[in-house]
């Protein structure tokens, strides 16, 4: 916390401290949510418009026998053959046009 003195009186900054409380809520919103994501019983997968997994559940690495840090940031077609890969990609295509 910041004091300036105006002349006229304090005025006290509390901007950090702001930040900090906001960062504390989104730590724990994301925790909760990670904790909620890993209870489900399912496989649970996000995948961007590359069809790079951004997202996975405990259920999912335990499916795949993968430590997450081995599944983020990669696609679940790298090691199959082109033409699977293209079939693969072309549904993940296929779910970001029409939602299903």
Request: charged content about 30%; some cysteine; overall charge negative.
């Amino acid at each position: 916390m910041k004091k300036k003195d105006t002349g006229k009186g304090a005025i006290a900054d509390f901007t950090g401290q702001k930040h900090a409380k906001i960062e504390l809520i989104k730590e724990q919103e994301e925790n909760y949510l990670d904790n909620i994501i890993n209870n489900i019983g399912d496989s649970l997968f996000v995948k961007d418009e590359n069809s790079i997994l951004t997202l996975v559940n405990d259920a999912f690495c335990t499916l795949f026998d993968l430590d997450r840090a081995n599944i983020l940031g990669k696609t679940l077609a790298e090691d199959i053959s082109p033409e699977e890969m293209d079939g693969f990609l072309k549904i993940d295509r296929q779910v970001l046009k029409t939602g299903h």
